[in-house]
């Protein structure tokens, strides 16, 4: 054996320990071999690779907040950069080692560029890309009681950086909401009225997940997006409730019924209202209390070379 001793008085033939006193000096880092300085071949085919990097690389960072005010969240970053085929690989820690440059500051999509530059500048990259995803949240006044409480929303802010220079700014956001059926609401009425028999339409908890490229030089905040996505659909479900909300939400949920199509197109109307929107793509899945399968629907702006609604994980859409 080489790292265990098979005698009580005998030695192992490779000793063990470790020396938590030990620290490197400058000239023993410099002695310390590099991986990418080897001149063997790598291995597969020759050719560039697209995306290479970290995923759920996670850190607490600052972001700014509508009011101006700051609020530090979790956050998992995805970074990647493009690798030319002449390259090996590259040094991962350097793409998080950029993130803590600016662990201090307030993240912003403009953020985001200052560190997609270093990315380039520090990998040898042609295209960079970062995704910071957190939960980000929101106060929510109750219907009718005056209780108030946090709504959490799955949220990312995305930035591409092309070989070309050009930065594009993407938010996705993510919208869970109640939708009441159209279809049973009447036939529950006509039961009642010609049987005179009780019966409850039935809704589910559904969600929209916006996607957003930005105009040049627009800013827009998550508190805006859920804006649009309340006065689109109206029906957010609820955080903190008494009796009059619940009997409240009943009475919102009658007043504005919607199929899954509704849904996509009352987002799109408060969307391509917005000009600081330059793009935007809404994926909407309304989670069916009659069905054992979801209703889906896939909408967007229409952009040439922008989104496609080519959305088809809808398994990601439950909620």
């Known amino acids: 054996m080489y790292l265990h001793k098979t005698k009580a008085e005998a030695k192992a033939p490779i000793a063990r320990g470790y020396d938590a006193s030990f620290r490197p000096s400058e000239e023993y880092r410099d002695s310390m071999p590099d991986i990418m300085d080897s001149v063997e071949s790598m291995h597969g085919a020759s050719v560039p690779i697209q995306q290479v990097g970290v995923s759920n690389f996670r850190l607490p960072l600052k972001y700014r907040r509508l009011d101006g005010s700051e609020i ?18 590259i040094n991962m820690s350097r793409i998080m080692r950029s993130f803590y440059e600016h662990k201090d500051e307030a993240f912003t999509l403009d953020t985001i560029k200052q560190v997609l530059d270093k990315f380039r500048e520090k990998v040898e990259s042609l295209d960079a890309r970062v995704a ?27 930035g591409r950086l092309s070989k070309m220079g050009v930065f594009e700014k993407r938010i996705v956001f993510d919208f869970i909401y109640s939708s009441a059926c159209p279809c049973s609401a009447e036939l529950a009425e006509h039961a009642r009225d010609t049987r005179n028999a009780y019966s409850i339409p039935h809704s589910q ?29 109206k029906t957010e479900t ?28 009352s987002i799109f109307k408060e969307l391509n209202a917005d000009p600081r929107i330059a793009d935007f793509q809404v994926a909407c899945s309304h989670l069916e209390s009659l069905h054992s399968h979801d209703a889906v629907s896939v909408i967007c702006k229409g952009v040439e070379g922008g989104y496609q609604a080519d959305f088809s994980d809808f398994n990601d859409l439950i909620c």
């Open 132 to 158: 910071l995803r957190f939960n980000y949240p929101i106060a929510q006044e109750s219907l009718r009681s005056g209780l108030n409480g946090y709504q959490y929303y799955q949220s990312a802010l995305e």
């Open 238 to 265: 609820q955080v903190m409730v008494k009796r009059e909300d619940e009997q409240a939400f009943a009475e919102l949920n009658g007043a504005y019924i919607k199929f899954v199509e509704d849904a996509a197109r």
């Open 205 to 233: 908890r559904s969600k929209a997940r916006i996607w957003v490229t930005l105009a040049e030089g627009a800013d827009l905040s998550l508190e805006e997006i859920q804006g649009h996505c309340v006065n689109g659909l």
């Open 72 to 89: 530090e969240l979790e956050t998992s970053v995805v970074g990647t950069v493009s690798l030319e085929a002449s390259l090996k690989g």
